[in-house]
């Protein structure tokens, strides 16, 4: 069974920072990792995917990376912003995931202090 | 172009009754999954209908099932409910099968459905 570790669970930092979101994961047999946001009692929404053949994206301020060898994908936001105070989830696709879905972290629950 | 839709947004039931959940995909989309939310137990999944057929299923009893219409909207039931079932129920939709090739397909969710069993 496959399993998804968020670290740390909740981080708080002074707006402006740049900082990383730690997502690891047990089967390197991943077709892609995806990283949400999601604000309390909503929904999820999508940041980045990064395919299983792919090493990084970006998107705005936000950078995701994948190391599949080391079972690690890291979400880098720069310039962190009071909007950016959010649940951040990772998610990752296995070719044999049928039981257990799109496998979830706990989550960071982030709060960037103005 | 519109995203998932779920509705109703809140629910309140009562012990033992049954509940219905709708989600609307994204159009063109044929993977619709479900997942519940718990604080204690984060997000497990459900199941996931492809083309009108359950194509994978979650560790979760009998009393939830579902189903796909030819249109790919999808209805989630819970029957005979219990306190445990209080929960945010989320609906995601993809062009991909979740144990099918394409990985460069995500998911979009829903904004879920939060049903509260009293």
């Known amino acids: 069974k496959q399993e998804v570790t968020q670290i740390p669970a909740a981080l708080s930092v002074p707006e402006g920072e740049n900082l990383v979101l730690n997502c690891s994961f047990t089967?390197?047999?991943?077709?892609?990792l995806q990283w949400f946001r999601q604000d309390p009692g909503k929904g999820l929404t999508s940041l980045l995917l990064?395919?299983?053949?792919?090493r990084e994206q970006t998107s705005g301020r936000l950078n995701a990376s994948l190391d599949k060898s080391s079972g690690r994908s890291t979400l880098y936001i720069a310039a962190s912003q009071p909007g950016d105070s959010a649940t951040y989830l990772c998610a990752g696709r296995y070719s044999g995931g049928g039981a257990d879905g799109l496998t979830f972290g706990k989550g960071t629950h982030l709060i960037i202090q103005p | 172009k519109a995203g998932v839709t779920q509705t109703p947004r809140y629910l309140i039931k009562t012990r033992g009754q049954q509940v219905t959940l709708s989600c609307s995909p994204i159009s063109g989309h044929r993977s619709v999954s479900w997942y519940q939310q718990t604080p204690g137990q984060g997000l497990q999944f459900l199941f996931e209908y492809f083309s009108e057929t359950q194509r994978n299923k979650g560790n979760f009893p009998g009393r939830f099932s579902g189903r796909q219409f030819s249109n790919s909207r999808s209805e989630m039931n819970v029957s005979t409910l219990e306190l445990g079932d209080s929960a945010l129920y989320l609906c995601?939709?993809?062009?991909?099968?979740?144990?099918?090739?394409?990985?460069?397909?995500?998911?979009?969710f829903g904004s879920g459905t939060r049903l509260t069993v009293v």
């Open positions: 089967d390197s047999a991943i077709y892609n």
């Open positions: 990064i395919q299983s053949s792919q």
């Open positions: 995601a939709s993809s062009l991909a099968l979740l144990t099918g090739p394409g990985s460069e397909y995500g998911y979009t």
